[in-house]
C-alpha cells in the first residue's frame, strides 16, 4: 500500500472517528451530558445563539466533500494534498479528544486540545494555500470552502472555550466587566476575519464568523435586556415596547421573508411541479400550489418553539435531502465520472430514459435511505439513527444506488 493510499484511508477514518464521537455526544450523551448543557453553565456573555451551532453540520458536510475528492484518481498523488499530509487526519481526532475533555468536565484540558486544533487547521490552511492556489471549481468547493468554513468556526469557537475556562477559574477580568471582555473578544475575532479578508479575500471564512457574531450579539444583548436569551426574530420584535420600532422591526422580516424564501423555496417547487406535468401545470401554478401547501403546513407552529424547529422540522426534512444528496453525487460522480450528455437530459428515448422516464434504481435507494433515517423515528433505541438523518440517510442511499446500479443498470425503455 503507497503512502498516498494510506494517508487517504487515514484521512476516512478520521472522519468516521470524528462523526462517530460527534454523534454520540449528542445522543448517549457522554457522560450523561449534551455539549449545549455544559456550554449553559457558563454565564459568559461570548455564547452564540443556539441556532448557530447548525454550521456544524454544513461543516460535516465538508469533511465528507473532501473525504470523497481525495479518493479520486486524479488526486491521490495530489501534489496540494500530499503537502497537507495528515493534518487533516489529526485534526479530526484532536475533534474527538476535544469532546471527551468537555463531556467529562476537564475544561483545562479542552482548552489545550481546541489550541491544538485550531493550530492544526491554520497549518492545514497555509499548507493548502487556500484561495491562493489555482485549484478547479470542485476543488474549491470540496477543499478550500471546507477548510475556511472548519477554520472560521474553530476560530470562534476557541475564543469561546477561554472564556469559558477564564469563568471556570473565576478570574476578575482585571476588574473589567464581562460586557467589555465581550466586546473584548469580538474585537479580537473581528480583527482575525479582517486579516483574512485584507490577505485572503476569503468570504467562506467570513461568512462563519459574520453568522457567530450575530448569534453572540442576539443572546447577549437580549439577555441583558430582557433577562432571557430569544432568537426568533418575531418574538424579539414582539418585545420591543414601542409600536413603531415593533413595526419597523415585522417590516423588515416580512421583507426579507419575501425576498429570501420567495428565491430559496418558492422558485425549486414551483419548477418541479411544473416539470411533472408541463401541460396541466404551467410555472405560475406551481407556485400558487407551493402557496397552498405552505400555509396549509401551518409553519407559524412550527416556529412557535425553536426545539420543534430545529429537531422536528429541520432534522425531519433532511432525512429526505440526505438520500437525494447521496444519490445524485454517486451518480454524477462515481458512476458517471462527471460525464453528462446534455441533449438526453432534455429528449424522450435518450440515454437517462430509464423505464419510461423513471429509474427505480433510484426510487428504492430513495426510499431506503428515508427508511434509514426515520427509522430512528419509530422506533426509539434507534433514534441515533433520526437525530443524524441527514448522514444516515446519504450514506444509505450513496451506497444503496451505487450497489443497485452496478449490480443492474437499468434498461432504457422507449418513450410511448
Known amino acids: 500500500m503507497s503512502k498516498d493510499t494510506i494517508r487517504q484511508y487515514a484521512n476516512l477514518l478520521s472522519v468516521i472517528l470524528a462523526l462517530t464521537v460527534n454523534i454520540l455526544a449528542s445522543t448517549l450523551p457522554l457522560n450523561g451530558q ?91 490552511y ?10 478547479t471549481r470542485a ?26 475556562w477564564l469563568y471556570l477559574v473565576e478570574w476578575n477580568g482585571f476588574g473589567i466587566h464581562a ?3 465581550a466586546v473584548i473578544m469580538l474585537a479580537v475575532a473581528s480583527l482575525l476575519g479582517l486579516g483574512m479578508a485584507l490577505t485572503r479575500r476569503d468570504v467562506a471564512y467570513l461568512s462563519v464568523l459574520v453568522w457567530a457574531f450575530i448569534g453572540i450579539a442576539v443572546t447577549s444583548m437580549t439577555v441583558t435586556i430582557f433577562g432571557e436569551a430569544i432568537w426568533d426574530p418575531v418574538a424579539l ?12 422591526a415585522l417590516a423588515g422580516v416580512v421583507a426579507a421573508t419575501l425576498t429570501t424564501n420567495v428565491a430559496a423555496n ?7 411541479f411544473s416539470n411533472a406535468w408541463p401541460r396541466g401545470i404551467s410555472f405560475r401554478t ?14 407559524w407552529k412550527l416556529l412557535a418553539n425553536y426545539e420543534t424547529y430545529l429537531y422536528n422540522w429541520l432534522v425531519g426534512y433532511s432525512g429526505f435531502l440526505g438520500p437525494i444528496a447521496g444519490i445524485l453525487i454517486c ?81 432504457t425503455e422507449q418513450a410511448q
Open 179 to 181: 460586557q467589555v471582555w
Open 286 to 299: 406551481g407556485g400558487i400550489i407551493t402557496g397552498i401547501l405552505g400555509v396549509a403546513m401551518m409553519p
Open 139 to 164: 476543488e474549491y468547493w470540496s477543499v478550500d470552502i471546507p477548510f475556511s468554513l472548519y477554520l472560521g468556526w474553530i476560530t470562534v469557537a476557541a475564543v469561546a472555550n477561554v472564556t469559558d
Open 266 to 272: 418558492v422558485v425549486s417547487p414551483a419548477n418541479a
Open 126 to 135: 497555509l499548507r493548502l494555500d487556500v484561495n491562493r492556489a489555482s485549484v
Open 331 to 411: 451518480d454524477y460522480y462515481l458512476l458517471r465520472k462527471k460525464q453528462l450528455s446534455v441533449v438526453d437530459l432534455y429528449q424522450r428515448k435518450g440515454e437517462y430514459e430509464f423505464s419510461r422516464g423513471v429509474n427505480w434504481n433510484g426510487l428504492a435507494a430513495l426510499a431506503a435511505g428515508c427508511g434509514a433515517a426515520f427509522l430512528g423515528l419509530i422506533y426509539e433505541p434507534m433514534r441515533v439513527l433520526y437525530s443524524y438523518a441527514w448522514f444516515v440517510g446519504f450514506a444509505v442511499g450513496f451506497s444503496a444506488y451505487f450497489a443497485l446500479m452496478t449490480i443492474r443498470l437499468p434498461e
Open 237 to 248: 420584535a414582539g418585545k420591543m415596547g414601542s409600536p413603531i420600532a415593533v413595526a419597523i
Open 34 to 124: 449534551n455539549t449545549g448543557e455544559i456550554s449553559d453553565r457558563f454565564q459568559v456573555y461570548f455564547v452564540p445563539a443556539g441556532y448557530v451551532f447548525a454550521i456544524w453540520g454544513v461543516i460535516y458536510i465538508g469533511w465528507i466533500a473532501f473525504t470523497v475528492f481525495q479518493f479520486q484518481a486524479l488526486q491521490k498523488e495530489s501534489a496540494r494534498l500530499r503537502h497537507l499530509g495528515y493534518l487533516f487526519a489529526i485534526s479530526n481526532v484532536a475533534n474527538a479528544v476535544w469532546l471527551f475533555c468537555w463531556h467529562y468536565s476537564r475544561f483545562g484540558s479542552s482548552v489545550l486540545v481546541m489550541l491544538a486544533l485550531l493550530g492544526l487547521l491554520i497549518a492545514s
